[in-house]
Nanobody, 130 residues
């Protein structure tokens, strides 16, 4: 069983930055990719970013490309999502997720789909408002 502890959310002004963290516990050796998703009020959960542990490939939603950066600290066993130049439309609950099946491949490329990921964090709230 895999569980996560997410942190780093909060209230920030437009143009500000946050860094979200996701620290897994349990069996982590078989994780092929990490993902970050978000869900705004009244909207469906959408993929934001993906990081492959197999080949290091990353991918981002068009709406966050150039502003968000996904990374991993192997020593700390933590995955991060750096959020820069935040906009009000980035307001959402952010979730980290892990892919442990290779059914959908082990790389990150193209649209980031929810069904490609198997384990989910509890979410951390990000509010961008002046």
């Amino acid at each position: 069983q895999l569980q996560f502890v997410e942190s780093g959310g909060g209230l920030v002004q437009p143009g500000g930055s946050l860094r979200l963290s996701c620290a897994p516990s349990g069996r982590t050796l078989d994780i092929y990719a990490w993902g970050w998703f978000r869900q705004a009020p009244g909207k469906e959960r959408e993929g934001v970013s993906c990081l492959s542990t197999s080949d290091g490939s990353t991918d981002y939603a068009d709406s966050v490309e150039g502003r968000f950066t996904i990374s991993r600290d192997n020593a700390a066993n933590t995955v991060y999502l750096q959020l820069n130049d935040l906009k009000p439309e980035d307001t959402a609950v952010y979730y980290c997720a892990a892919r442990v099946r290779d059914t959908f491949g082990t790389s990150c490329s193209g649209t980031i789909y929810l069904y490609e990921f198997d384990y989910w964090g509890q979410g951390t709230q990000v509010i961008v408002s002046s």
